[in-house]
């Protein structure tokens, strides 16, 4: 199976199996190998008591498109370890896209880059190192 269709059904995989991101409205825009670019619309939920985006929503964004771009390999991987900066505060009805890109993958592990954008400006950082814990995402029958 080439690389794009590869990661277009791991990440179709996935979003099935993840009720939460479904329930935050995420949406899926672009998927490659060890690359993803999810979207979501800040809800009344995801402000905060001083009336800007919560930064557990920020980061549930920019940890979706991480998943997406490192499970793109069809082998279960996970975040080991990862960090956010957060660079400037967005507001309800903001339209936020997080793009993900594979940094370096090596063996089991791998560094990702999420760069979280409004209207092309930087609005957060985030870096994760992935781990591959084992086993195949997909079924078997999915890769042929």
Not at 30 to 36: L, P
């Amino acid at each position: 199976m080439p690389s794009h269709n590869l990661a277009q059904a791991c990440a179709d995989y996935l979003w099935e199996q993840d009720a939460a991101l479904r329930s935050l409205g995420l949406e899926r825009l672009s998927i490659k190998a060890g690359q993803a670019t999810v979207a979501m619309t800040v809800l009344p939920a995801m402000v905060n008591g001083i009336g800007i985006t919560h930064g557990g929503a920020i980061f549930t964004l920019a940890d979706s498109a991480f998943s997406l771009a490192s499970n793109a390999y069809n082998e279960r991987t996970v975040c080991a370890h990862c960090s956010i900066s957060y660079l400037r505060p967005t507001k309800l009805g903001d339209r936020l896209v997080a793009t993900a890109t594979e940094v370096v993958r090596s063996g089991r592990s791998g560094i990702y880059d999420v760069s979280v954008t409004l209207e092309d400006t930087a609005i957060a950082e985030f870096r994760a190192h992935s781990r591959v814990i084992g086993g195949a995402l997909l079924p078997t029958a999915a890769v042929t």
